[in-house]
């Protein structure tokens, strides 16, 4: 019987096998689907579509940059434990290096490139593993990044004509290290939209009020939050974490004048591990007596 590119589909969405695991097995079993799953099974092949549903939280976030192309990627694993193996530590090095080569255009890309390796990996450390996202960046100027213990990884883009000076590559770093630290959410002021300003302003009157402000005071004490608003959430407005003094762009403009040059941030991404993933609470204590038939 012979195995059409649908069936291998089927078979590989059914047990998270490899394709070419997946194509083994059909013509094993005549295109037989699940005596194929059997197949699999027997082989212990198809022990990764179990652990699909698992909470992969933990995990690494890799940050590299190769001239004018820069990556932050976060690939999550189940257990810290298997997250410090050098198996995950390499898988996760790999991801980010095709990355950076391949440019592809959105995680789901990526994903189904490395369906396989992924697949395999899980298997080996007996985990859920997932690529879970990344930024990608192409520059023009010069790219700066910072990574701090696998746990945050953030890219930098300076637009600047003096990218080969070592007091601009030592900014665009800094710039990188302030990132992971202040975590920013707009580049500037301008860059903060009404929505954001109006959830902040519901946040500040819900504060005021629990405070015990009185109602007549508070749209005006909201203002005045309002107006120091892009202090705490742009980086250019923010103070520089090594020396608070400065502020970010007053950083830049230090620099830009001691080299002569022209500096500006065209944008920066930042990934936290895990961050928006909901862990699974493992409670000990109701475990052992769930064994021991304890209440």
Sequence with gaps: MAITAKDVKALR????????????????????????????????????????????????????VDGGNGVVLEVNCETDFVSKGDDFQGFAKKMAEWTLANKPGSIEELKEAKN????????????????????????TGLLGSYNHGGKIGVVVDLDTDKADSVEVQELAKDIAMHVAAASPTFLSGDDIDEEFKKREAAVYAAQLREEGKPENMIDKIILGKLGKLAKDVCLLEQSFVKNPDL???????????????????????????????????????????????GQ
């Design 116 to 139: 396989d390796e992924s697949t395999e990996l899980t298997m080996k450390v007996g985990e859920k593993i997932d690529i879970r996202r990344f930024a990608a960046v192409s520059s």
């Design 13 to 64: 969405e059914k047990t998270g096998a490899g394709m070419m695991d997946c194509k083994k097995a059909l013509g094993e079993t005549n295109g037989d689907i699940e005596a194929a799953v059997d197949f699999l099974r027997t082989k212990g092949l198809a022990k990764a579509a179990k652990k699909a549903g698992r909470v992969a939280a933990e995990g690494v976030v890799v940050s590299l």
């Design 247 to 293: 502020s970010i762009k007053k950083l830049i403009a230090e620099v830009a004048g001691k080299v002569g040059g022209n500096i500006t941030v065209k944008s920066f991404h930042k990934l936290n591990l895990g961050e928006g993933i909901e862990k699974k609470e493992d409670n000990l204590a109701d475990e052992v007596a769930k064994m021991t038939g």
